[in-house]
């Protein structure tokens, strides 16, 4: 065998062009090299480029700036994962000693991070109702430094009293982190609505094809957002280069299948609240919804693409069901391109028991429909019929 010749070791010149791509270059590099240690210094202390890849990266600062237009923001950074984003405020923001407020139906991880891993570290953590401002007022002591709040609970589809809460925080000048990760920018834009910090899985409806996982957080106070970048990069919670490029592919067309979705969402609301065998639809666009006349004042006419509905019928019902939708994935995820489906009572929602699930109005027969872009008419035959053939079962 032969030596392998050096030159393969080494990197050629990047050919150069005075035309520019049109579609966005995908930057694995894991480190630049620069032209001499002044330089380096140089752009340390200026922050002019880019040293290594865990600190920052082209696609990782293409897609952030992108959600920041989004979000009415700039500043804000990409993270390997929804919970990189959750961890990295927690991480960068909290102290031992500290008290954090979470509403009561926060994402299943961010749950069990503010019931056994704060306190772990020291943090003091109480959860309230979101849907009663007050209960999160209740809740207050002298050493609470944040709230955390989703705008539309999963899977129950309840409304937070955004505008309560963030009354209540502003005044006493406790943080507001909003997860935005069901509501999107195109249904309620946080900063607008006294938010100090808003995140995303920009796994689910940003990026929109099932195919990238990330999160993405941006804090108002750039103080505040300096001690998030320095824990996304300490605790190394750096988004992958081909993943961002995906999902900024992805968010190109995120406003037209936001709208898309949304508009099959309401259809298809209105359809099942008619076919035998439901119990009932949840759906901001319902009047029956429960918190309906908060939903149009949170939400306006952008009720989303996330329902729930119950059927007839435990858990032989919800088999049958899912059994005869075999071309609807039942995939606890959200946002994709295609309908999904989830049955919380043995995914999600499994480590609760039946009381709990009860409590929260989750029987066996409870589904969540994260709906795609499929043709309506289709999309509302296909359930319709699945719902039919659960209440032979
Ligand atoms: C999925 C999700 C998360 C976590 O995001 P990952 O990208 O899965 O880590 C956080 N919050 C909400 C509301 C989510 O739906």
């Known amino acids: 065998m032969s030596d392998t010749p050096k030159s393969l070791s080494r990197r050629p010149e990047w050919p150069t062009s005075v035309s520019r791509p049109v579609a966005t270059p995908l930057q694995p590099t894991v480190v630049y090299s620069s032209p001499d240690p002044s330089s380096l210094d140089q752009q340390y202390a200026d922050g002019s480029g880019f040293t290594y890849a865990r600190e920052g990266h082209p696609n990782a600062t293409v897609l952030a700036q992108k959600i920041d237009m989004l979000e009415g923001v700039t500043g804000g950074i990409v993270n390997g994962s929804g919970m990189a984003a959750v ?3 927690f991480l960068g923001i909290l102290k031992a000693g500290d008290h954090v407020i979470g509403a009561d139906q926060l994402y299943g991880r961010t749950l069990r991070m503010m019931t056994q891993d704060l306190p772990r570290f020291g943090v003091e953590t109480t959860l309230a109702d979101p849907t009663d401002a007050a209960s999160f007022e209740a809740a207050i002591k002298p050493n609470t430094r944040m709230m955390v709040v989703e705008v539309v609970s999963n899977p129950t589809i309840r409304i937070a009293d955004m505008e ?9 000048g406790i943080l507001l982190v909003v997860d935005n990760t069901f509501t999107t920018p195109r249904s309620y834009l946080p900063f607008e609505n006294g938010a100090d910090i808003v995140l995303h899985s920009v796994t689910k409806l940003l990026a929109g094809h099932a195919d990238a996982t990330l999160g993405y957080v941006v804090a108002k106070d750039p103080e505040l957002m300096e001690q998030i970048y320095i824990a996304n990069t300490t605790f190394g919670f750096t988004a992958s280069p081909f993943d961002c490029w995906l ?7 995120f406003d037209l299948r936001y709208d898309r979705a949304e508009a099959t969402a309401i259809e298809l609301a209105a359809a099942l609240a008619d076919v035998k065998g439901v119990k009932r639809v949840i759906h901001p666009s319902r009047a ?9 004042q949170i939400l306006g006419d952008r009720p989303g693409n996330m329902l729930s509905f119950e059927v007839e019928g ?6 049958a069901l899912t059994r005869a939708a075999p071309e609807l994935p039942f995939a606890p995820t959200l946002g994709d391109v295609g309908t999904t489906l989830s049955h919380p ?3 999600s929602h499994r480590a609760l028991t039946p009381e709990a699930r009860a409590d929260l109005g989750m029987s066996e027969g409870f589904f969540r429909v ?3 872009l499929e043709e309506p008419k289709l999309l509302i035959e296909e359930i319709s019929n699945a719902i039919a053939e659960s209440q032979k079962a």
């Open 345 to 347: 009572a043995s995914s």
């Open 370 to 372: 994260s709906v795609g």
């Open 247 to 253: 999902a900024e592919r992805g968010l190109q067309t």
């Open 314 to 319: 435990g858990r032989a019902a919800a088999d």
């Open 87 to 89: 961890s990295a405020v």
């Open 288 to 296: 029956d919804h429960p918190d309906h006349n908060r939903g149009l």
């Open 164 to 172: 309560g809460i963030a009354k209540i925080a502003n005044e006493r």
